[in-house]
């Protein structure tokens, strides 16, 4: 079986990793006006040598800064587009787990003016990224979906977009920029993530769409051909992959559902070279979705769950991973966590000794399925 030299690679992860005490405590810090800005920063920048290194040890190819800068995998995206103001809605959002509901309220964004490009956003952290790894360095960003589904037509002010084609028009002219510039910037490996893609296979998740103004049944396709629009001047080389997830934070979820409802047009009519999918337990439904998956395009499995500590067995990850071959080509497919380690700062519920563990089953067992990591 062939090594891949370009992203997604066999052993590959999401994005974001849990949070050492020392950034933990920098951000403490900082808000309480204990320290500066560039004190922080400098904390940050030796979490994210550790983080790297860590990666790089472990044998991964793919290499991000574990979002170790943000308090959320996609508002501090967001919050830099030009229109978008940050709101308190206190809108709950339920999340589930097996020992119950935990109700978070996350911040939230409303459009308030035109959207506009005003500065490559994550460019620094890209570029202080990029200057610490011997291997590719992968920068994570909120898909443009994002913008869209916290809150529907009713977080855009009707009197700046009377008309949702021209807002979202202007939103994936911002992003085509924005992947022009890291293009620019050196970046080759751009994962974009879009939790609303795994939500949209939930009835309930479709019936919330439909009362905030959008369509249920069809807004799968509103959003893939949005990001098609943002790719639409994609650089030469880069690599772009999307991740989904049924929401995650503090190891509990949203959403449930198999991928049945938007598989088909998300494999082949999504411009992306490959798919992070979410398949570590039942509410991820079968493998059967696969099989639209065209020869192109590449899978990356995420068996390997960062909601518990306790460690699969490498057993168990082959097994599965035969079950997807069944509908997929072995050649088209890799490995990874189901999700990032921390999507916001508070981080899943295991230790960074646990999530090394993990990192490296992953990396063993796909040089023993496929011959290389």
Not at 176 to 203: F, H, K, M, V
Not at 318 to 344: H, M, N, W
Request: charged share 30%; hydrophobic share 35%.
């Amino acid at each position: 079986m062939s090594m891949r030299t370009t992203p997604p690679f066999r052993a590959d992860h999401v994005g974001s990793l849990l949070r050492t005490p020392e950034v933990l405590k920098a951000r403490e810090d900082f808000a309480a006006g204990r320290i500066t800005a560039e004190e922080k920063r400098r904390i940050e920048d030796e979490g994210i040598r550790r983080v790297v290194k860590m990666q790089e040890e472990v044998g991964l190819k793919g290499i991000t800064d574990g979002e170790y800068r943000r308090a959320s995998w996609h508002m501090d995206f967001i919050y830099q587009i030009g229109g978008i103001s940050k709101v308190q809605d206190n809108l709950k959002v339920k999340f589930h787990n097996e020992k119950g509901d935990i109700e978070f309220t996350p911040a939230a964004s409303r459009v308030t003016g035109r959207l506009t490009f005003e500065k490559t956003i994550f460019a620094d952290d890209f570029l202080f990224l990029k200057s610490v790894t011997k291997e590719t360095p992968k920068l994570t960003i909120p898909s443009p979906s994002m913008v869209h589904y916290r809150g529907g037509r009713a977080a855009i002010d009707p009197a700046v977009y009377p008309d949702m084609e021209q807002f979202w028009a202007d939103l994936t002219e911002v992003y085509a920029r924005q992947i022009e510039e890291l293009g620019r910037l050196g970046c080759t490996y751009l994962q974009i993530d879009d939790t609303s893609l795994a939500y949209l296979n939930d009835p309930g998740q479709r019936a919330y769409v439909d009362q905030i103004g959008g369509d249920g049944e069809h807004q799968h396709l509103t959003y893939i051909r949005n990001i098609n629009r943002a790719l639409a001047r994609k650089p030469e080389g880069m690599r772009v992959c999307t991740h989904m997830c049924r929401g995650n934070f503090r190891s509990s979820w949203v959403a449930s559902g198999g991928y049945d409802h938007v598989a088909e047009a998300l494999f082949n009519e999504l411009n992306v070279d490959g798919y992070f999918m979410e398949f570590d337990d039942e509410r991820s439904g079968t493998f059967e979705p696969l099989r639209f998956v065209p020869k192109n395009k590449v899978v990356v499995l995420g068996l390997v769950t960062t909601k518990r500590p306790a460690l699969e067995s490498k057993d168990y990850l082959k097994r599965r991973i035969d079950e997807a071959a069944k509908y997929v080509p072995l050649e088209q497919l890799c490995l990874s966590p189901q999700c990032g380690f921390s999507s916001t700062v508070e981080g899943n519920e295991l230790t960074i000794e646990d999530q090394m563990a993990k990192l490296r089953l992953i990396v063993e067992t796909a040089e023993e399925v496929w011959g290389s990591a």
